[in-house]
């Protein structure tokens, strides 16, 4: 079992930075492919960034390409998304998805099996 408890959220104005945290714990936490997702009220859970068990692969939506770096401390236990020039539109729910197998992304939403209980991210304009 594999539990996962985000934070770092908050309200922030448009440009600000904030950097989102997830925290796991679990057996062989180590090798689990994670990834960050969000939800905006009325729309679907989409992807954010994710980053493989190895943590020398990183992936990125077009929305989050060059404003949002995914990363993970050496211990991998923590897995953060430092968010840059944040803009209204990225206001949402952020979750923390982890996965065994495959890496999360934008098609696999559905089938990952381990998830956080969010956090929430607010930008004003």
């Known amino acids: 079992q594999v539990q996962l408890v985000e934070s770092g959220g908050g309200l922030v104005q448009a440009g600000d930075s904030l950097r989102l945290s997830c925290a796991a714990s679990?057996?062989?936490?180590?090798?689990?492919?994670m990834g960050w997702f969000r939800q905006a009220p009325g729309k679907e859970r989409e992807f954010v960034a994710a980053i493989n068990w190895r943590g020398d692969s990183t992936y990125y939506a077009d929305s989050a390409k060059g404003r949002f770096t995914i990363s993970t401390d050496n211990a991998k236990t923590m897995v953060y998304l430092q968010m840059n020039s944040l803009k209204p539109e990225d206001t949402a729910v952020y979750y923390c998805?982890?996965?065994?197998?495959?890496?999360?992304?934008?098609?696999?939403?559905?089938?990952?099996?381990?998830w956080g209980q969010g956090t929430q991210v607010t930008v004003s304009s």
């Open positions: 679990g057996r062989t936490f180590s090798r689990y492919n």
């Open positions: 998805a982890a996965s065994a197998g495959v890496v999360p992304g934008p098609t696999n939403v559905g089938g990952l099996r381990y």
